[in-house]
């Protein structure tokens, strides 16, 4: 029996990490001085995603008392 794979259904598991990541990525988009959506290029949405990705790395970071790889 196969098992089906559900892409595009994720879901945040901490309460509030939705509205937090929302907001991080507004903020970002202020300081980029750009606005993201369909009208946007894939490249401008990208680096958006890639900045919030690289802030959660450096947030984790500090958490874990400074560890870099």
């Known amino acids: 029996m196969k098992k089906s794979i559900q892409l595009g259904r994720n879901q945040a598991l901490i309460s ?17 001085g750009m ?3 369909p009208e946007a290029t894939a490249r401008a949405n990208g680096s958006v995603g890639g ?8 947030m ?4 874990l008392g400074g560890f870099k790889h």
């Open 16 to 32: 509030g990490a939705e509205t937090a990541l929302d907001q991080m990525k507004r903020e970002i988009e202020r300081e980029f």
């Open 60 to 63: 984790a970071e500090q958490q």
């Open 51 to 58: 900045e919030i990705t690289k802030r959660i790395v450096a």
């Open 35 to 37: 606005q993201l959506g």
